[in-house]
């Protein structure tokens, strides 16, 4: 079974903080995904990546920058964290694209409150 | 929103007893993904359909998919304490770059 892990688990930090949260899956699957999940709007795409240094733009990139700098590594930036951004982020991998009819895996999630 | 409601939130049955859940879509997909999500853990996939399919089963999951009303559900049979957990669906809705677009979810909880 693929394996994602992410770091940190947990993470509190201030307005106007910079924030990375760390992404890899050791089953050399070719994309990344980055998602964050709210109450009542379910997982949303932030960014994704199919490939060491290749970025592209999900649905909610606003505040979020990402890089792939390697085909096992994911990272996401806040650089100037918001409350807004106060969220639940989840990171995937699949071995084909989106909606290739592939399964994505996905990691444990890490919680992040912007105070 | 790629998605219309999902027809209910939440749902509360006991050990068992038979549960459907269902969402509905508002684009064109290819597949339709059924994922778990235990508390505290990322999703999983359980089951997927494709648009050629009508019905799909995996032990006592059932899912359908209606092309023609744009909806699926997704049916567990003989419920266990085990199968608690928020359900979501997803298609492959074309955005600009053909993402996986997941609904909001359906809480199922199952009691002794």
């Known amino acids: 079974e693929a394996a994602v892990t992410q770091s940190p688990r947990n993470k509190v930090t201030v307005t106007g903080g910079n924030v990375t949260l760390s992404c890899r899956q050791t089953?050399?699957?070719?994309?990344m995904y980055w998602y964050r999940q709210d109450t009542g709007h379910g997982l949303r795409l932030i960014h994704y990546?199919?490939?060491?240094?290749?970025?592209q733009i999900g649905d909610v990139p606003d505040g979020y920058k990402a890089t792939r700098t390697t085909q096992e590594d994911f990272f996401l930036l806040l650089e100037l964290a918001s409350p807004s951004q106060t969220s639940l982020y989840f990171c995937?991998?699949?071995?084909?694209?989106?909606?290739?009819?592939?399964?994505?895996?996905f990691g444990p999630g890490t919680r992040l409150l912007v105070l | 929103s790629q998605w219309g409601e999902e027809n209910l939130q939440a749902l509360s049955i006991q050990e068992g007893e038979d549960v459907t859940m269902n969402c509905s879509y508002k684009t064109y997909t290819t597949v339709v993904h059924w994922y778990r999500q235990d508390s505290g853990r990322g999703p999983a996939l359980i089951i997927l359909i494709r648009s050629n399919e009508r019905e799909k089963r995996s032990g006592r999951l059932r899912a359908t998919l209606d092309t023609s009303s744009q909806s699926s559900s997704l049916s567990i049979t003989a419920a266990q304490c085990e199968d608690t957990a928020v359900y979501f669906c997803?298609?492959?809705?074309?955005?600009?770059?053909?993402?996986?677009?997941f609904g909001t979810g359906t809480t199922v909880s199952v009691s002794p």
């Open positions: 089953n050399s699957h070719n994309y």
């Open positions: 997803a298609t492959d809705a074309y955005q600009g770059g053909r993402a996986l677009i």
């Open positions: 995937a991998s699949s071995a084909e694209g989106l909606g290739n009819q592939d399964t994505q895996y």
């Open positions: 990546s199919y490939g060491a240094g290749n970025l």
